[in-house]
């Protein structure tokens, strides 16, 4: 059975930092394109972070993440993360991970490609 398990959120004061895993089990993450979403309360789901597959370190972020967040993966403890620094309020959401076998050294940052597995969901909340 494929599965994808969220950790790492929690509560955390504006500028501070967290590093989010998503780990898989029963397949090996590092042959599935991987991504990270968010939704917020009442907003869309809104792409955050995709890493491909390869060792070619092909990454993309949302506009709203850029230069604060990084996307790596651990193929010894087949987990992606997701360190973000710098939060801010508007970063409160559940953040979801997907994965897709389907995009071979493709970054996709689209929610509706990742069919394969999705994961349960960490919320991070960010506030004073």
């Known amino acids: 059975q494929l599965q994808l398990v969220e950790s790492g959120g929690g509560l955390v004061q504006p500028g501070g930092s967290l590093r989010l895993s998503c780990a898989a089990s029963g397949f090996t993450l590092d042959n599935y394109a991987v991504a990270w979403f968010r939704q917020a309360p009442g907003k869309d789901r809104e792409r955050v972070s995709c890493?491909?597959?390869?060792?070619?370190?092909?990454?993309d972020y949302g506009d709203s993440v850029k230069g604060r967040f990084t996307i790596s993966r651990d193929s010894v403890k087949n987990t992606v993360f997701l360190q973000m620094n710098s939060l801010k309020p508007e970063d409160t959401a559940v953040y979801y991970c997907?994965?897709?076998?389907?995009?071979?050294?493709?970054?996709?940052?689209?929610?509706?490609?990742?069919?394969?597995?999705w994961g349960q969901g960490t919320l991070v909340t960010v506030s004073s």
């Open positions: 890493i491909a597959t390869g060792g070619l370190g092909i990454t």
């Open positions: 997907a994965a897709d076998a389907r995009y071979q050294n493709m970054c996709i940052m689209d929610s509706y490609r990742y069919r394969d597995v």
